[in-house]
């Protein structure tokens, strides 16, 4: 019998307690689960399934598991784990890409259209300002993973010019495709909306900063679903001060919730968000934990492995 500990916050376990489950049955995989802090004899857990808020920071008495299955597309909370010894799998979920590709979608619509000077309007002016096409309209997109070729894919079929970063080279139909350490200068370059789907990594880590925000084109749109972290908060600030930035909508913040008095929730230039541009569903990531370990069982490659050198 598989031996599964699902260390997660109890939120968790009872939306999974019934669709894990049955994803594992449907996988053909026998699998005792466990909802525990510490099972015992821990020495004899097959695998981990991991939330990394949950209360498990020690991995060291799991010393047969042969995989942790991160439940959180981004696994910057884990990866620098020096106990985590066994390898990491992040969560590469169809429900999370959709909702990413929706809310991101949405929000480059809203600029794009210049919603905003609509919605709300009682002063009875009638103010008919035709947007521009998609086709006119340059959207950067930072990370070409999982997320950020989906978001490309869908901005493309709405004909935006699209141009995209990646570390290594991603070949993303109808992008223009920019890697390596100084392609983001060609991504970003007179864009006028820059999307965030980095992950969070030392390198990442205020790759948004005055330099980068100078070569977007004027009054470009900053939209940060990706991690709070990838932005200099102060030069941000100073962008949409200065006119150089019209707008950011940020998802993700360097502490979150967001703090009362941050300057972000005053800023008349930023729309926050809650960290709610996606999430992942139960019923389609019960289907990928219960894959992997299938493949686990079966001595095959497990799916999404995390580069722990990259650390992501
Ligand atoms: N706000 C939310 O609700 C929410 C939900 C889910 C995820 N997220 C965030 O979204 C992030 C992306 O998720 P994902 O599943 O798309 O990740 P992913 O598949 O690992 O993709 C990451 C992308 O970033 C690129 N990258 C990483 N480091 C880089 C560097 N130093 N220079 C250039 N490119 C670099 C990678 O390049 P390569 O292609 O060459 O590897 C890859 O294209 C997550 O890490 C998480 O932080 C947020």
């Not at 669709?19 to 857990?45: C, F, K, R, S, Y």
């Not at 991504?187 to 006028?192: L, R, S």
Request: aromatic share 6%; charged share 20%.
């Amino acid at each position: 019998m598989t031996r599964i500990l699902f260390s997660a916050p109890k939120t968790d376990w009872d939306d999974y307690r019934e669709v894990l489950p049955a994803a594992l049955a449907a996988a053909g995989v026998t699998a005792e689960i466990e909802h525990v802090l510490m099972p015992d004899a821990p020495e004899t857990v097959d695998y981990i399934v991991y939330n990394p808020s949950s209360r498990l920071s020690d991995f060291t008495p799991f010393t047969g598991a042969k995989l942790v299955q991160n439940l959180w597309a981004g696994v910057e909370q884990v990866v620098g784990n020096r106990t985590l010894t066994q390898p990491l799998a992040r969560m590469v979920d169809d429900g999370l890409t959709e909702g990413m590709v929706e809310w991101c979608v949405g929000h480059v619509l809203r600029h794009h259209l210049g919603m905003d000077a609509q919605i709300g309007r009682t002063d009875g002016v009638w103010d008919p300002v035709v947007p521009p096409l998609a086709r006119d309209r340059r959207v950067a997109v930072l990370g070409l993973g999982a997320l950020g070729q989906a978001v490309c894919a869908a901005l493309v079929a709405l004909r935006f010019d699209v141009r995209g970063w990646s570390r290594s080279h991603r070949e993303v139909p109808g992008v223009a495709a920019f890697s390596g350490a100084e392609g983001w200068r060609k991504a970003v370059a007179g864009a006028d909306i820059l999307v965030l789907l980095l992950p969070q990594t030392p390198e990442t880590e205020n790759i948004v900063d005055a330099t980068l925000l100078s070569l977007l084109a004027q009054g470009a749109v900053v939209i940060n679903p990706g991690r709070g972290p990838l932005i200099n908060d102060d030069a941000l600030i100073a962008a949409l001060d200065a006119g150089q930035v019209g707008h950011a909508t940020l998802d993700v913040f360097r502490e979150e919730p967001l703090p009362a008095g941050h300057p972000f929730w005053a800023h008349a230039k930023v729309t926050v968000t809650p960290h709610i541009a996606s999430a992942t569903r139960p019923a389609t990531a019960a289907r990928v934990v219960a894959e992997n370990i299938r493949r686990g069982e079966a001595g095959e490659p497990f799916l999404h492995l995390v580069d722990r050198d990259k650390g992501y």
